[in-house]
């Protein structure tokens, strides 16, 4: 157990609709990254808060939106979903400090599939 | 542009051998990188991390091996065991960057053979 959460596990809708997806972080990390993982690919960064605020942006849709609260959990928003955005969300974070030396610890991720 | 790069998209290997898992990138800016394990329908676990201060570090069975000047690593895992049967992604970041994401390659699955 990573000590990240997230919810839901599972998710299924249909095109055109909007989906949130939410993340805990372990206790007194500070950064949270959400990634894509598309059908037998590599994990694709999408975002990172850290603190509060947005630190890294990568191939984020427009369509898609995040935010990190004041308890530090995390919410990725989803809309005007396509088939193409059936994939595997997952969620990470890690302990506050500098640099590159964080190691990222994984949550179980959010299954979405869009009909 | 896939800045890391896993060639070998499966791998198996008798139990009690020595696995060997292989990675390349192509940013020399990449300076800290890491290997995770992921089984089905689990996030990716954490399993061993090295500098590019470094040329090896190993934890346990699982040795991880970088070459800077070729720009490849190695995850060595000895002896391999069923449980060691999964997917191991590579990742890698830079401390220059103002940001801790990882750049991930797509992958090997590994089948250990009993």
């Known amino acids: 157990d990573s000590g990240v959460t997230q919810t839901p596990k599972h998710l299924i809708t249909a095109t055109g609709q909007r989906v949130t997806l939410r993340c805990s972080p372990r206790?007194?990390?500070?950064?949270v990254y959400w990634y894509q993982q598309s059908l037998d690919q590599g994990l694709q960064f999408l975002i990172q808060y850290y603190n509060g605020e947005e630190r890294a942006k990568g191939n984020i849709l427009e369509r898609f939106s995040a935010q990190q609260f004041p308890d530090l959990h995390s919410e990725l928003n989803l809309s005007s979903l396509e088939l193409g955005d059936s994939a595997l969300y997952f969620c990470a974070s890690s302990t506050p400090g500098a640099g590159s030396t964080d190691t990222q610890y994984f949550g179980p991720g959010t299954r979405l599939t869009v009909l | 542009d896939q800045q890391v790069k896993q060639n070998s998209p499966s791998l198996s290997v008798q139990e009690g051998r020595i696995s060997i898992l292989n990675c390349d990138y192509t940013?020399?800016?990449?300076?800290?990188f890491l290997w995770y394990k992921k089984y089905p329908a689990e996030g990716p676990t954490f399993l061993i991390s090295i500098s590019s201060i470094k040329d090896k570090n190993e934890d346990g069975r699982f040795t991880v091996f970088l070459n800077k000047s070729a720009k490849h690593l190695s995850l060595h895992i000895v002896p391999s065991q069923p449980g060691d049967s999964a997917v191991y992604f590579c990742a890698a970041s830079g401390s220059n960057f103002g940001n801790e994401k990882l750049t991930f390659g797509t992958g090997t699955r590994l089948t250990i053979i009993p």
């Open positions: 206790s007194g990390d500070l950064s």
């Open positions: 940013n020399s800016m990449f300076d800290y």
